[in-house]
């Protein structure tokens, strides 16, 4: 077993500790984005094509048959 200086043992301390609120941060925005993806997907339908405006940008969304889509920007109408 290799025995730590202080500096190393709160270097790793620092580094786990960061680790583990960047975990618990990226949990929560995957949740957040799995949310949104099944709100969007229901409220679409199928077969769907238009122009929506979110803070003040547009966006092309398209939905298939199988309830996947796609949102790209559009940088001019």
């Known amino acids: 077993m290799t025995v730590l200086d202080i500096e190393r043992r709160v270097g790793i301390s620092l580094a786990v500790g960061r ?20 709100s969007l997907r229901k409220q679409l339908g199928p077969h769907q094509r238009f122009v929506v405006q979110v803070d003040f940008k547009h966006y092309l969304v398209t939905s298939d048959r199988d309830g996947n889509f796609d949102i790209e920007p559009i940088t001019s109408l």
């Open 19 to 38: 680790y583990l609120r960047s975990a618990d941060r990226f949990n929560d925005a995957s949740k957040d984005f799995t949310g949104a993806c099944r």
